[in-house]
C-alpha cells in the first residue's frame, strides 16, 4: 500500500491545524524540496557506496520522519517531519532508478521501469482505499501504518538485497558521468523538462488541492477522495506495462504523444467537473496518461547516457521534484486567489507544452519495431 495511505491524508490532516490552500501545498512542495536539494547528494553517495546501502538508509529515514509526522500536534511540526522525509525518499529513489537505468538493455528499458512503477500503483490501488477508511478511524493512523511499512522494507533491502555486479568497488574502471556533461545531450535536456512538467501535474496537482477540491467543492467524503486515487492507480497499473512495452517498440515520442493526449483530457475534465462521477472518471483517464508518461522521460536517460550515472539521475530526479514544488504552490496560490477551477486550467496550459517536446524530441531508441 505505501505511499498511497497517505496521498488523501497529507492535505486533509494540514487541513485539521487550520491553513489555508497554499499552505497546504507548502507542506506536499516542503517534501519535494528536500528530495530536490538532496538530489545530487544522492547520487554521489550511490556512485560511492552503491545503490544497495543508499536505498536501506533512505527508507528507513523515511520510516522515522513518517512515525513523527504522524504524532504533530501543530502545522509547524508536520512541516518540519514531511519535509525531513524528503532526503530519505531522496535516496531511496535515485538508487532504484540508477539500477534499473544501468541494468536493462535498451530493447526493454521502458517495460522494466513500466514494472517498477507498477509496484508502487499496485499499492496506490488499495492504498487510498484503505488510507481513507484509516482516515475515518484517526486522520494519524495512515502515517502510523505507512511507517511501519517502510521501516520493514528498509530491513528487508539492508539484508537480502544483493547486487554485486553494481558494487562501485566490483566496478573501479567504470566511468561516472556528470550531470553537466548529460546537459550537453538534446534529449536527456528534454527529459528534465517533461518530467518537471509531468510531476507538476500527476503528483503536484493531484496530490494537493485535488482532495480539498473533491470534498469542499464536489461535497465528496474522504473516502470519495480515497476511491478516487485507488481508481486511477488501477487504471495505470492495468495499462503501465502494455505502455512500456509500446515505448520499446514503437519509441519514445510516440509514447509521449500519447500520455499528453489522456492527460490534458483528465486535467480538462477536472476543470469543468460538477458532480463526484466526473472526478471518478479524470482520474481514471489521468491513470492511463500516467501510464505512458511514468516511465518514458527515465527511459530516454537511460538511452543516452551510459556508466555511473548517479548524478545524472540525481538530476533527473530534481527536474521531478521541481515540479513537485512548483505545481502546489502555483496551483495552491491560483486556488486561493481565484478557485480550483482556474488552477486546473492553468496546469493544462502548462501541460499542454509536452507536446511541443514531443516534437523536438529526437527518437531515442535505436532500434523500433514495426507492426
Do not use: C
Not at 487541513?15 to 547528494?41: Q, T, Y
Not at 524528503?86 to 535515485?94: A, N, P, T
Not at 486556488?335 to 507544452?353: G, Q
Amino acid at each position: 500500500m505505501g505511499f498511497g495511505l497517505v496521498v488523501p491524508a497529507i492535505p486533509i490532516f494540514a487541513r485539521s491545524f487550520g491553513v489555508n490552500n497554499a499552505a497546504v501545498g507548502l507542506i506536499v512542495s516542503a517534501f519535494a524540496a528536500m528530495r530536490f536539494l538532496s538530489g545530487l547528494i544522492s547520487g554521489r553517495l550511490i556512485d560511492r557506496f552503491g545503490e544497495r546501502i543508499v536505498f536501506a538508509v533512505g527508507v528507513t529515514l523515511v520510516s522515522i520522519f513518517t512515525l513523527l509526522l504522524a504524532f504533530s500536534q501543530n502545522y509547524l511540526q508536520m512541516l518540519i517531519f514531511r519535509t525531513a522525509g524528503g532526503l530519505g525518499s531522496s535516496m531511496f529513489s535515485v538508487s532504484a532508478n540508477s539500477v534499473i537505468l544501468r541494468s536493462v538493455e535498451d530493447s526493454k528499458r521502458a517495460q522494466v521501469q513500466s514494472i517498477y512503477n507498477s509496484t508502487f500503483l499496485l499499492g496506490g490501488i488499495t492504498g487510498p482505499a484503505f488510507g481513507g477508511l484509516l482516515m475515518s478511524i484517526s486522520l494519524r493512523a495512515p502515517f502510523l501504518v505507512y511507517a511501519a511499512t517502510l521501516f520493514t522494507a528498509g530491513m528487508i533491502a539492508f539484508f537480502f538485497l544483493t547486487a554485486t555486479h553494481l558494487d562501485p568497488a566490483n566496478n573501479p574502471d567504470e566511468a561516472s558521468v556528470s550531470a553537466l556533461d548529460a546537459l550537453k545531450i538534446p534529449a536527456y535536456r528534454i527529459s528534465l523538462i517533461s518530467t518537471f512538467i509531468i510531476t507538476w501535474v500527476l503528483f503536484g496537482l493531484r496530490n494537493s488541492i485535488t482532495p480539498l477540491f473533491v470534498v469542499e467543492e464536489l461535497r465528496g467524503t474522504n473516502a470519495v477522495v480515497g476511491y478516487g486515487f485507488g481508481l486511477g492507480a488501477l487504471i495505470q497499473t492495468i495499462f503501465v506495462i502494455r505502455a512500456g512495452r509500446y515505448s520499446d517498440e514503437r519509441g519514445r515520442k510516440a509514447a509521449l504523444y500519447i500520455g499528453t493526449l489522456f492527460g490534458a483530457i483528465g486535467i480538462g475534465l477536472l476543470a469543468f467537473a460538477t458532480h463526484q462521477w466526473m472526478y471518478l472518471i479524470s482520474m481514471a483517464i489521468l491513470g492511463l496518461g500516467g501510464a505512458y508518461l511514468s516511465a518514458t522521460p527515465a527511459a530516454i536517460v537511460g538511452d543516452v547516457v551510459k556508466g555511473k550515472i548517479g548524478r545524472v539521475v540525481g538530476a533527473f530526479q530534481m527536474a521531478g521534484d521541481a515540479g513537485m514544488i512548483a505545481g502546489p504552490l502555483v496551483v495552491g496560490w491560483l486556488a486561493d486567489i481565484y478557485d480550483f477551477r482556474t488552477a486546473y486550467a492553468a496546469t493544462l496550459a502548462i501541460f499542454s507544452i509536452l507536446i511541443l517536446l514531443a516534437w523536438r524530441l529526437p527518437e531515442t531508441r535505436s532500434t523500433i519495431v514495426s507492426k
